[in-house]
Structures are given as structure tokens and as C-alpha cells.
């Protein structure tokens, strides 16, 4: 009986994946870039030592082929390589998904990027099913730009503001007190009910509070209307199996609850380590902990924040030895990222890019891992880990690293 740990740093790319140009993003690596902005602007180099003993620099230095400027760039004692992704999309879910073993091979429902881009009937629709005055946004949008101009509208009137972006999202910005958090989750429902047929991957719930646009805030109470996965992932397979999967964070909005024995939420990315570390308590054998670190890409990736970007990550790392200290000799840690979402790209969409394949047990073999040819080969590994029938896609590499 074994135990696994998942880290998935949300949007930490480490390089241009080998299609990226097909989503407008050549040259994108979020790490090298965030990196390089830290040392120009404070004019030293930002210190990753347990991330880098773990092998993130190593990883993104092989995948993206630029130099990481860093502190020191120690010799890694972990296995390490990067993954690229099967999947059509860039999107959240889809890297998830292809984690667990189920890559999107078909096309989401995308909205067009022309203004407006919703089509009338459905939101006729929605609003008579809502019963809502109507709608503001209509249009491709960066989540905290548009509550500045749109904001005060919206309290004044009454209309939700929806947008979206190249993502297969529909979003909802809706402030908590003058609208309401349940009327803004029963909009979120009707619209998901209505989304299902154009194939819209998720429905997000972007609750806000304050006066005005000096102070408009997006709180911790999004919540994300996904479709069910495909078919079942490495999830549903450890928790059919007696297993414990425990969601930390938005794990199990995104898996649409597929597969999910446990739930814990925290706000922020030091409680959802902190959390992760508590759960490590407890959690008992043939059980799963799967944390996902918002924070990389929601507060710093999409607003191209590098330097924040760069000092979150700091802090993840000084995080890493309370981890690794609880590890047990059959506990796997696991390392990974979603998607890209370079903060030095232009726009403030996610990025294509290779993604960081980072695995540590405190009993193991330190070996290069190389290029993976999906993210899939993360899922087949855990079903090895915990002995599960195989997933249809992935290479797993239980194997090289059991010592
Ligand atoms: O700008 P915000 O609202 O953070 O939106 C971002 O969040 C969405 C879901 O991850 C992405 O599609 C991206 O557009
Ligand atoms: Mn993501
Ligand atoms: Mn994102």
C-alpha cells in the first residue's frame, strides 16, 4: 500500500511546447521568463533550491532550451523531466484531465472573439430563465479589468457581467451583496444546462465584493461548472478501487466531483500547503492528495505579474521540506503544471507549453525522466503506484524511479 502527493502548480510552463506556434505561442516559457524579470528588476537572482533539487531547473532548461537565471542551480536528486500535452486545448480541464489519464482529444466549444460573442438566443434564453434584465460584457475580457469598467454598471442595474476568452469558458462576474452569491451560482447552473450542446468545457462562478472601481475584489468563492471528464480518470479508478482521493483546492471542481472522496478549500496558496501538509497527517494508505496551487496562474499568470509570480513561487519552494520531511518510504510526490501562462507573453491568455514531470520518494532512484510524450504518463504512473489497471493513454515510470 502506497500513498501519493500532486503539487500541480497551476500554469507553471517550462517551455514552447513543439505546437505552440499553432496557439500563437512561440518562444512562451513561463518559468524562464518570470525568472529572468525577478533578476532585472531587483537585479539579483531569485534562490529556488529545494524546487531546483527537485529538478524544476534542470526540466526547463532541457524542455525550453533557454537558460533559468537562479541563485544556484543544484544537481537534482529526484527524477526529473517535462511533458507535452495531446490534448486540442490549453485549457485547465484539459491538462487535468490528461493527467489523470483522459487527454481532450475532441474540439471544445469555443465563443468567437467579435463583439458581442455570446449568440442572442442563448442569452435570451438565459436572462428568461434567470430572470435577469439582461447582460453586460458580451465580450473576450481579462477577469479584474472588466469589473473596473463594468463594475459599477452592474450594481447599478443588475445585469451580471459575462465574458470569456480563448479558453472554452463562459464567465459570470456578479458582486456578492447587491446580486447575491446563490443568484449568481443558480445563473451559473441554468447556463451550464444551456452550454452543454455548444460543448463548452466550463461555466465559472466570479463572485466580487466592494464599493467601486477603486476597490472591486474578486473573492475566494468562484466556483467552476465543469463537464464530465471523458470517460472515467486515474481518480475514479483509485477511489472504485477503496482508495482515498482527496481534493485540496479546485481539484474537484475541476474533475466536475468525478471521483473525489474527500474535499478541503483553503484560501491562497500558503493555507493550500498548509492544508496539503495537515491532510499528509492523516491520510491513509492507498490514498491520493491532490493539491492545486491557484495562485501561480489566477492572481500572477493572467495578469502577467512576473515578479509576483516570481516571489510566489519562492514561496512554494521555502514551503517544499515541511512536504518532504512527512513523506513516507512508499509516499510519491509528484510535481507538475496544467498549462503554461508566461507572464512576459502578450495578452493574458494561458500559454502552450511543456509542463515540469518532477517525482520524489524518499526510497528511490534519481534519474532523468526526458521528454514525456503526455501528460498522461503521470496517471498510467500513479496507477502503477497503486496498483490499478492500466489507463488507455501514458507510459508510466514507476519502474525507473522504484529503487
Ligand atoms: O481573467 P480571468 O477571469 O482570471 O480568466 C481566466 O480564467 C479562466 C479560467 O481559468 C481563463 O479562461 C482565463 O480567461
Ligand atoms: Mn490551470
Ligand atoms: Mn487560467
Redesign the pocket.
Known sequence: MARAIILMADSLGIGAAPDAEQFGDLGANTLAHLLQAYSEEKGEALDLPNLSKLGLIAACEAAGKETCIVAQNIEPSAAWGYAKELSSGK??PSGHWEMAGVPVLFDWGYFPNTNPCFPQEFIDELCKRAEIPGILGNCY??????LEQLGEEHMQTGKPIC?????S?F?I?AHEQSFGLDKLYQVCEIARALLDEMNIG?V?A?PFIGTSSADFI?TGNRR?YSVLPPSPTVLDKLANDGGEVISIGKIADIYAHQGITQKHKAPGLLNLLAKTSEVMDSAPEHSLIFTNLVDF??KFG??RNAVGYAEALAQFDAFLPEIIAKLKADDLLLITADHGCDPTAEG???TREYVPVLAYTPVMNNTPLGERQSFADIGQTLAQWFDLDATQYGEGFKAEIKA
Open positions: 485549457d485547465t475580457a481579462s477577469g479584474t479589468t472588466i465574458y470569456t476568452s480563448v479558453d469558458v464567465q462576474a466550463r465559472i466570479r474578486r467552476d496562474d489566477e493572467h495578469r493574458t491568455d494561458h
